[in-house]
């Protein structure tokens, strides 16, 4: 079965590096999404992206985050300056008709 | 603003009893309607979708769910539950174009007791 693949599947950083968190999506497909999940929280929408453009996103998805489609197949949340809210598992998910959902990153910041 | 509720954090049932878990919705149109499950540690695998068409939706590992316009409810069923269908459950809306921005229920986390 296909399926999205996120890398890393932990990441601890500190307090104001950069991160990129990595995804692959499904060959096929032409739909890409970042979601969030705080610990205890619910799944929040932070953006969509197709054809090589951001088709939507959301008020926290500010210029603190960025997202890219670097050669054709990965696709990959950049967060600048991190700071200690943004821990979180961060969900991948691409469509191409059906979505599905990466296995997501942890990132912890300290 | 458009919102997904769902009313029970936490719920526990013994094996082999049946299980429904609520979710209600606040959108102006028939939303698209979609029940996840995370199990620890893991991604969110769908469970089940309503487009349109039958308001009773058959899913994956025996789940089905029922779209009740005049509540704006789409909650799920299973007649009985197994100690591995633990972990917990989201339901989510799309306001538009199928699978485009979820929004989604805070969760419900169920626990199986043998």
């Known amino acids: 079965e296909p399926e999205v693949t996120q890398t890393p599947s932990h990441q601890v950083t500190q307090m104001g590096q950069e991160v990129i968190l990595r995804c692959v999506p499904i060959s096929n497909h032409l739909y890409f999404y970042w979601y969030r999940q705080i610990l205890g929280q619910k799944v929040e929408f932070l953006v969509s992206?197709?054809?090589?453009?951001?088709?939507?996103k959301s008020e926290i998805f500010d210029d603190q985050f960025s997202v890219e489609r670097p050669d054709g197949s990965n696709f990959t949340l950049k967060i600048r300056s991190t700071k200690l809210e943004d821990s979180a598992m961060y969900f991948c998910?691409?469509?191409?008709?059906?979505?599905?959902f990466g296995e997501g990153s942890r990132l912890t910041v300290l | 603003a458009q919102s997904v509720t769902q009313p029970d954090i936490h719920i526990t049932v013994s094996e082999g009893a049946s299980l429904e878990l609520r979710c209600n919705y606040s959108y102006g149109a028939t939303p698209y309607l979609f029940w996840y499950v995370q199990s620890p540690g893991q991604g969110l695998q769908l469970l089940l979708k309503?487009?349109?068409?039958?308001?009773l939706v058959q899913g994956i590992k025996g789940f089905e769910a029922e779209f009740k316009r005049s509540q704006s409810s789409f909650n799920l069923r299973k007649p009985s539950v197994h100690w591995s269908d633990a972990a917990e459950y989201f339901c989510?809306?799309?306001?538009?174009?199928?699978?485009?921005?979820?929004?989604f229920g805070a969760g419900t986390r169920l626990a199986v007791h043998p």
């Open positions: 992206f197709y054809n090589n453009e951001i088709s939507e």
């Open positions: 998910a691409s469509s191409g008709g059906e979505l599905f």
């Open positions: 989510a809306v799309a306001l538009s174009g199928g699978y485009n921005k979820l929004i």
């Open positions: 309503y487009f349109s068409g039958d308001t």
